[in-house]
């Protein structure tokens, strides 16, 4: 089985500045991974996603991820957040056989001027 | 992209009452998942529906109080059965596609329950 584990709920970050969101996974197959953008009260946006090949994945609004297989993750990067990017972002794992995809807990981005 | 319509869009329900959700897609597919959103959490899946079996629920979810079905391979069914505050959520359907690996989600059915 699958699991997910985002290493931080909350990251405040002012505008401007970098950010990374950390993701790391465990499983015991070959993995699909996947980013997810929340907005407050609106639904599930896909970011970005990890499929093969390329292990640096490019997603929209300027957001990319790493996928490291050694260690096990899959964190989402921006070189430079704007407020609007304040939202709640998903990491999720999903085995390669069909099987569902498995969330993590969530991280709050907050972006301030 | 996969068009997943849910119905309801959203509903206020009285406790002890049960509502059915809806999932149709444009074509047809195999697996289909149901996914439970709290207020302020994460997405949690309930269960796995394939169409000719029973579905498949995760732990912490039983069939009798999320009954689901699977008539065919464009349509699946979620019922919240005698609902409480604590049901109050966002419901989502999800399937896979095109195989690619990627889930396509429906636009969600948000419940409060009073």
């Known amino acids: 089985a699958q699991s997910v584990t985002q290493l931080d709920s909350q990251v405040p970050v002012f505008e401007e500045a970098p950010v990374e969101l950390r993701c790391n996974y465990s499983?015991?197959?070959?993995?699909?991974l996947f980013w997810y953008v929340q907005y407050p009260n609106q639904g599930l946006q896909l970011l970005l996603k990890?499929?093969?090949?390329?292990?640096l994945v490019k997603g929209i609004n300027g957001f990319e991820a790493e996928f490291n297989k050694s260690q096990t993750s899959f964190h989402l990067r921006k070189p430079s957040v704007h407020i609007s990017d304040t939202a709640e972002y998903f990491c999720?794992?999903?085995?390669?056989?069909?099987?569902?995809?498995?969330f993590g807990k969530g991280t709050t981005l907050s972006v301030s001027s | 992209s996969a068009v997943i319509s849910q119905k309801p869009s959203r509903d206020i329900c009285q406790r002890g009452t049960s509502l059915t959700i809806q999932c149709q897609v444009d074509?047809?597919?195999?697996?289909m998942f149901w996914y439970r959103q709290q207020p302020g959490q994460s997405l949690t899946l309930i269960a796995t529906?394939?169409?000719?079996?029973?579905?498949?629920?995760e732990s912490g979810f039983v069939i009798d109080k999320f009954p689901i079905s699977r008539p065919n391979l464009t349509f699946s069914t979620l019922t919240v059965s005698n609902m409480s505050p604590e049901d109050s959520s966002i419901y989502l359907c999800?399937?896979?596609?095109?195989?690619?690996?990627?889930?396509?989600f429906g636009e969600g059915s948000r419940l409060t329950v009073l």
């Open positions: 529906a394939n169409q000719g079996s029973e579905a498949t629920y």
């Open positions: 990890y499929l093969s090949g390329s292990t």
């Open positions: 074509s047809q597919v195999t697996m």
């Open positions: 999800s399937v896979d596609r095109d195989n690619t690996g990627e889930l396509f």
């Open positions: 999720a794992v999903r085995g390669q056989a069909g099987t569902a995809l498995i």
């Open positions: 499983s015991s197959v070959s993995v699909y």
